[in-house]
């Protein structure tokens, strides 16, 4: 099996504790691009105090119009902070699928690992109007 270290290692998202050791988790691997691309996403820009241009704008699109045009800007948007904020990807292609359903947009997103030439995915579903009464029956289901 080909060494992939050059792709990293960093703290598992969302944090987990090993039961066994009470050590932190770790993700390496394809596993650390896709939780780093996952991290972009769902970090709001300003939100990290050192760093207040890690993230994206996606959370402030929640209640937004799915005309195709919003839909492009959202897509070119998540294309950009992904290529600006990981460098270990290339080729990034964002397709939303138009078609809302329950509230939710499914995003898909492709990208090709630079370091060795593999392509990979992440499927993002997107809430457009999720109340907090929603989210409470949904985690109580």
């Not at 959370?59 to 045009?69: L, R």
């Not at 370091?115 to 009464?133: I, K, Q, S």
């Amino acid at each position: 099996m080909a060494d992939k270290s050059f792709l990293g290692a960093g703290m598992k998202f969302p944090p987990q504790v090993n039961p066994a050791t009470g050590r932190f988790m770790v993700s390496t691997d394809r596993i650390s691009v896709k939780e780093s691309v996952y991290l972009i996403l769902m970090t709001q820009k300003t939100e990290r105090w050192v760093r207040p241009d890690f993230g994206s704008r996606l959370m402030s699109y929640t209640f937004m119009d799915t005309s195709a045009t919003m839909l492009n800007i959202v897509a070119r948007e998540i294309t950009e902070d992904i290529l600006s904020k990981e460098p270990r990807v290339a080729d990034v292609m964002v397709d939303i699928d138009p078609n809302v359903k329950n509230g939710c947009l499914i995003v898909n997103i492709d990208y090709r690992i630079i370091a060795d030439n593999t392509r990979d995915n992440l499927v993002f579903p997107f809430y457009l109007n999720v109340t907090m009464e929603e989210e409470q029956d949904e985690t109580y289901r």
